[in-house]
């Protein structure tokens, strides 16, 4: 056996053990479910959004590509009347905390907390900040976004101007 073989045999032994070692996470349903309370109180379910689009934002106040498409997404929310968001906050804050930095950062659609121990059931949590899902009218995904969105990456998904 040579040096480069063994070495290969080795990778590949551990690219294997890697693969089962990692946690599973189970598909997300075609049509997911999101039932949360808002930082104000409020309630948000997505299956009472079907016939808009749904831009499900995951984001957290240390991110800064996610600061910085917060403005974006809320003039894209103002500005078609037919898509609705929800941000999710991804983050252990103190919910004061959040909604202080809300206050310097205000957008036009609701926040919620979702906790590192809390994940939501029917999305598979971020592997990485921001994460968004597109939420077709018929409250089926579309595609994710792993990093931040622009207006033109959501008209181009939604195919609209």
């Given amino acids: 056996m040579t040096l480069f073989s063994s070495i290969s045999t080795t990778v590949a032994a551990l690219a294997v053990a890697l693969a089962f070692a990692a946690p599973t996470q189970a598909a997300m349903p075609a049509q997911p479910a ?3 309370t ?3 109180g409020k309630t948000f379910d997505l299956a ?8 499900v934002n ?3 106040t240390w991110c800064v590509p996610c600061i910085k498409e917060m403005p ?5 929310v103002a500005t078609h009347k037919n898509v609705v968001a929800i941000g999710l906050a991804y983050d252990d804050s103190e919910p004061a905390d959040i909604k202080a930095f809300i206050a310097k950062h205000p957008v036009v659609y609701p926040i919620a ?6 994940p939501l ?4 949590e971020p592997r990485g900040l921001p994460t968004t899902y597109l939420i077709r009218p018929d409250g089926t995904v579309t595609k994710p976004f792993i990093g931040p969105v622009t207006a033109a990456s959501l008209e181009a998904a939604i195919g609209q101007p």
Avoid: C, E, N, P
């Fill in 58 to 60: 995951y984001w957290a």
């Fill in 48 to 55: 009472a959004q079907r016939g808009k689009w749904v831009i």
């Fill in 121 to 124: 059931k029917d999305f598979d």
């Fill in 113 to 118: 907390q979702v906790t590192l121990d809390k």
């Fill in 34 to 36: 999101l039932h949360v």
């Fill in 72 to 76: 974006d997404i809320s003039h894209f």
């Fill in 38 to 40: 808002t930082l104000d």
